[in-house]
């Protein structure tokens, strides 16, 4: 699970540091601006294209390997359509602003 979220963070749908910080409540601006083609959905071409974007801005082609990608739509493809809609990607944010911080995890001794 660790390794699935460390992942969905690299990739982090190319949302910028700036945007993940907003509140949930962004009227959806984020998600329409990643989805290019208007179709209420997000394809793994505008994932990919996100990715890629956020891979340039840090420096780390990496962050948009193929299998991170697939990693991170089937982390977030909650009804395994293979699209990730406003209602998974949303549930995606909620579940990262609600996680504890690392540190913060009770020690196993």
Known sequence: ???LTLIAAAAGVAISA????????DG???FA???TNK???LDKAEI???A???AQRQ???SLASPDKVEAFIKHVDANGDGFIDKAELESMRKARASAPPPEAEPDAS
């Open 18 to 25: 700036s945007a993940a910080a907003q509140p949930p409540q």
């Open 28 to 30: 959806g601006r984020i």
């Open 1 to 3: 699970m660790k390794t």
């Open 59 to 61: 420096g780390d082609p």
């Open 48 to 50: 990919t294209k996100m």
């Open 33 to 35: 601006m990643m989805d």
């Open 39 to 41: 179709d209420g959905k």
């Open 52 to 54: 890629e974007m956020r």
